[in-house]
């Protein structure tokens, strides 16, 4: 295999969400689906998917690409006069061998690129479009809060809006039941009132990051469970809680 294809696979910054964009591009123009749901771990992981089909357009409008895609007579590895001197310059940084296999890499696609930018630019409208939406998942503690408001600034930096906000592993808050509070209780009572102070602690510490996305802006709030989730049944109660019937 291409030596130069082996080490780009691996090192280019942002390889896989290239990939992930093509995939989007491919599951959105397939009938079979009504709804496209893009997961994306770490909040800076997400920045480099949207900035993806960008980074790839300028890519290929970069000189330096135009120029090793120079159609040429005589072979894939021997490109215009005109490019010669700066071609040497490279190879001496780089070596020789490295600029062939980087040359004959980028000359495989040929004809190609026309493709892979028709559509990043798809995927790029498709990110801005009115029928995709974003949503912010978070827990309520100050390190994923200040991540979550970071993560939705630079959303905005890019003219995108969330549109729901799910708080995950929330503590529930509990109404006192009527009458008085018997001693023989008292230990039940603290504990009570230990996890409503919890709750509201919770509460406040997300005020900042709802105030910053607005009232437009969904919220659900997800309560702790007592078991991880981890099979359908698990499932299926946050869905009852995500959407009560």
């Known amino acids: 295999a291409n030596g130069f294809y082996r080490n780009i696979a691996g090192a280019l910054s942002g390889t896989q969400e290239y990939m992930a964009a093509e995939r989007l591009h491919a599951l959105h123009r397939d009938d079979r689906f009504d709804v496209v749901v893009v997961d994306t771990p770490p909040t800076r992981h997400a ?9 790839l357009a300028r890519f290929l409008d970069h000189p330096l690409f135009k120029l090793l895609m120079m159609p040429t007579r005589r072979s894939l590895k021997v490109l215009n006069v005109a490019a010669q001197p700066m071609l040497r310059t490279i190879g001496k940084v780089v070596g020789g061998s490295v600029l062939a296999d980087a ?6 696609f040929e004809g190609m690129e026309t493709g892979f930018r028709r559509r990043a630019d798809e995927v790029m409208t498709l990110l801005r479009a009115s029928p995709t939406r974003y949503v912010l998942v978070a827990s309520p503690k100050l390190d994923t809060v200040d991540e ?10 890019h003219g995108l809006r969330v549109a729901a906000l799910i708080v995950n592993r929330c503590t529930p808050s509990f109404a006192a039941p009527p009458g008085r509070r018997r001693k023989v209780d008292a230990a039940l009572w603290a504990n009570l009132d230990e996890l409503n102070a919890t709750a509201a602690a919770e509460r ?11 009232p437009d802006a969904s919220v ?18 946050l869905q009852s809680l995500l959407f009560p019937a």
Not at 47 to 55: E, Q, R, V
Not at 103 to 108: E, L, R, T
Not at 220 to 237: F, I, K, T
């Open 47 to 55: 920045l480099d998917f949207l900035d993806a089909p960008g980074t």
């Open 103 to 108: 040359i004959a890499f980028f000359q495989a």
């Open 148 to 157: 979550a408001r970071w993560f939705a600034d630079k959303l905005a930096g």
């Open 204 to 214: 406040t510490q997300l005020e900042p990051l709802l105030a910053d996305l607005g």
């Open 220 to 237: 659900a709030w997800l309560p702790l469970l007592a078991a991880d989730v981890h099979d359908l049944d698990s499932l299926r109660e």
